[in-house]
């Protein structure tokens, strides 16, 4: 099978990523949620550690950093207020870096995210977080609607398995690759690793 060129091939766009020089770096939901328990996703360490290599080289280069928090209330794998719902600790924000506490997949609904990065005077982004085929999807949708060029690092975002609607099961892996797919045809650029995102 041989594979269709993307939309963004077809109309021009293109498939270069952006630079940390030129862009903000949104993490995800980096929270403990994914890391224990019912909400466990598959590769979790090894994608935090990306997100964390991310995060210092951002850092390093004195570029705008956001942090998104998800909060589904008291009580649930999503409650802020609790450790289970914390941004985890190799990510940790620190001062001056902005938490953008968000209650929908997509980032930008109903948050200020969209003022934040345009008081950054910031167009490109770059995404990495949490789950790939939901807020990570969701958010790199939502910033080419709103004139942002995404790029998403894909070995620094994970999912988890889910029943096929169909039968059977689809794998982690599989949904990860899908979801990175349908991005990467038109809604955003997509790169393999940390190191993809050049200076």
Do not use: W
């Not at 929270?31 to 990306?50: C, F, K, S």
């Not at 570029?63 to 794998?77: D, F, L, T």
């Not at 999503?78 to 870096?97: Q, S």
């Amino acid at each position: 099978m041989t594979a269709s060129k993307t939309l963004r091939e077809l109309t021009g766009m293109g498939h270069t990523p952006t630079t940390i020089g030129q862009s903000a770096l949104i993490l995800i939901d980096c929270q403990n949620t994914y890391r224990q328990g019912i909400m466990r996703l598959e590769g979790v360490e090894h994608a935090l550690a990306d997100c964390q290599s991310l995060l210092q080289r951002f850092r390093d280069a004195g570029r705008p950093v956001i942090h998104i928090q998800h909060n589904a209330g008291v009580g649930s794998p999503y409650d802020i207020t609790a450790p289970i719902g914390a941004i985890a600790d190799p990510v940790a924000p620190r001062d001056g870096e902005p938490v953008v506490v968000k209650a929908y997949p997509s980032s930008f609904e109903k948050t200020n995210l969209h003022e934040l990065l345009q008081g950054y005077g910031v167009t490109d982004l770059t995404i990495a977080g949490f789950m790939t085929h939901v807020c990570v999807n969701s958010t790199a949708r939502a910033a080419f609607n709103h004139g942002y060029r995404p790029t998403v690092v894909a070995s620094a975002t994970a999912t988890r398995a889910l029943p096929n609607p169909t039968g059977g099961v689809i794998a982690a892996q599989t949904l990860h690759e899908a979801t990175l797919a349908g991005l990467q045809d038109i809604f955003a650029v997509v790169v393999s690793r940390p190191d993809d995102v050049a200076a």
